[in-house]
């Protein structure tokens, strides 16, 4: 199976641009997140989503969107990109039913802001 | 606050045993987990512990003690494919993970 998948892979983007990071999982996990990963730090929610249809903010949301239209799919939208935006983002899926909780990790999209 | 400390950084030899440690404060507790992240890929599962004690898996065990916010990742014969950054979290209150900052362990033959 894949897994999770994202989109881009990496990405230039000017400043004050909007951009949409892709994520897409198949393993119907219930749950689905999306973290910024800096050096020095440890990674930081900015988004998640119980269920499809409903997302919350995490840590770190400001300057961030997010829709769950459905299982499957969880973009994270940038709508007007600024330098302090530049990291590496990965998107996660968990699911409730498995007790632990553990969450899987796709590739990550690494994102330059300039 | 909520903080998880873990070193910054560890070297160890190839074939030996090298002992990871993180401390939590955290407000509320449903697991601590242990990832493993190699340079430029994603961060994959290692264990999970939610009650204290040991758990062995392989080369891999996980320590963890509630009472004192304390966790350990054991890592045994050590391969160089062991190079890779070891990232603590926790499963706080809101059921949100809490991540450490992690620690990049160096193998040396």
């Known amino acids: 199976t894949a897994g999770i998948t994202q989109a881009p892979t990496s990405q230039i983007l000017a400043a004050g641009r909007s951009m949409t990071l892709r994520c897409t999982q198949d393993m119907r996990h219930n749950a689905m997140y999306w973290y910024r990963q800096d050096l020095g730090l440890g990674l930081r929610l900015i988004h998640y989503?119980?269920?499809?249809?409903?997302?919350g903010k995490g840590e770190v949301p400001d300057g961030y969107s997010v829709s769950r239209a459905n299982t499957d799919d969880f973009p994270l939208t940038l709508a007007s990109a600024v330098p302090s935006q530049t990291s590496v983002y990965f998107c996660a899926s968990s699911d409730s039913k498995d007790y632990t909780d553990t969450q899987y990790f796709g590739p990550g999209t690494r994102l330059t802001v300039l | 606050g909520q903080n998880i400390d873990q070193p910054t950084e560890m070297t160890a030899t190839e074939g030996a045993i090298v002992q990871i440690n993180c401390t939590y404060q955290?407000?509320?507790?449903?697991?601590l987990f242990w990832y493993q992240q190699h340079a430029g890929e994603a961060p994959t599962f290692l264990s999970y512990n939610v009650l204290d004690g040991l758990e062995e898996k392989g080369r891999f065990s996980s320590f963890l003690s509630r009472s004192k916010g304390y966790s350990y990742l054991l890592l045994k014969e050590l391969q160089m494919k062991d190079s890779a950054s070891y990232l603590c979290?926790?499963?706080?209150?809101?059921?949100?993970?809490?991540w450490g900052a992690g620690t990049k362990l160096i193998i040396k033959p």
């Open positions: 979290a926790v499963l706080g209150s809101n059921y949100q993970l809490i």
């Open positions: 989503s119980n269920t499809a249809g409903t997302t």
């Open positions: 955290t407000s509320g507790f449903n697991g």
